[in-house]
């Protein structure tokens, strides 16, 4: 009865009664070549081209370098892109290491199935199920490293931390730490390929956007706080610091009103002998020359006064008394005063002399003004 060979291994099953006298050769190969290799085999597999690379197993228990159990994956030459390690379709479990040159991963599968990524450099237990290789473990109870686990391998090659302590990446393969500092700071962007810190959030430099009224903000990015033309509607009461109206005639006062508290409008009167010119954004208030003329006989101790702003006459008889008659006019911005007697003579006033011809005044002085009697 011919031999067969087992499905995985391709160990050779005798048949009952075959290689009398040499079955022990044929069994101390089953053990010391197929089994062995199976168990703790080293095999190196070479893609000698830029290419995928196929493995398999043959009906023979001799080495084979499929068998094996750990496979050392080299390449004559540099792969140019990730290339497919096809290895039998059996239940079998494999170390394997990526030794290729090129600096390409390579993916264990089988030809029909689905495989395992194994990147350049690394080293990786993978299983054949019978139909796609899979990865060999998928969870650890635990796993203590001797050194941190760097970022290129998903770790961050940081081993211990303060309180507060931020990783980020500082350069394209590495992780670093930005420790914590003192509070009221914020995380600030150092720019594109820059290193990130902490700081104090420039208004100038680090916001953008309008912050809205709802949010503390005012809802404008104009540089003046509020356009009192464009963004304020209605008229602004008294109560607010307003003056209640919006319209004027020229010469109109605002004049305070008890009743409600508010401001009226009002515009100024003439009275005797006072004029009111109201102009834009001017008032005149003007008084007009006076003249007063032949009042009469006065009596004793009596006196007559005539106001001009332009020297005019004032005269004033009587036959039984001295003094009938004062003249007060302006002249420029001094203040003079004249008198007469019945016979139309220059008195002194307040020490001041006159020139006794009625045709000049006196200068006085209001400190030592004083009733004529």
Known sequence: MASTYSTNLKIELMGLGDQAGTWGTTTNTNIGTALEQAIVGYGNP???SDAD????????????VARNFALNVTSSGSLTATRNLIVPTIQKQYLIQNSTTGSQSIVVKTSAGTGITVPNGARTLVYADGTNVV?????????????ALPATSGGTGQSVYAVGDIVFASTTTALSKLADVATGSALISGGVNTAPSYGKI???????????IANGGTNS????????????????????????????????LLIGNTTGSTLTKAALTAGTNVTITNGTGTITIAAPGLTATDVGDLGVGMFAVGVSS????????????????????????????KQTD???????VGGKT???????????DPSVFQRIS
């Open 342 to 348: 019945v016979a139309g003579t220059w008195r002194n």
């Open 53 to 64: 690379l196929t493995i398999t197993l043959t009906d023979s228990n001799a080495s084979q």
């Open 46 to 48: 070479i893609f000698t």
């Open 135 to 147: 990865s060999q473990i998928t969870q650890l109870p635990a796993l203590a490293l001797a050194t």
């Open 221 to 252: 990015s104009s540089t003046t706080y509020c356009d009192l033309t464009a963004n304020v509607t209605g008229t602004l009461p008294v109560a607010n610091g307003g003056t209640g109206q919006t319209t004027y005639t020229n010469g109109q």
């Open 310 to 337: 332009s020297n005019g006459a004032v005269t004033a008889g009587s036959t039984t008394s001295a003094f009938r008659c004062i003249y007060i006019g302006r002249s420029d911005s001094s203040i003079t005063i």
């Open 354 to 364: 006159t020139d006794g011809t009625g045709a000049s005044s006196a200068e006085l």
């Open 202 to 212: 420039g208004l100038t430099t680090h916001v953008s956007g309008i912050l809205p």
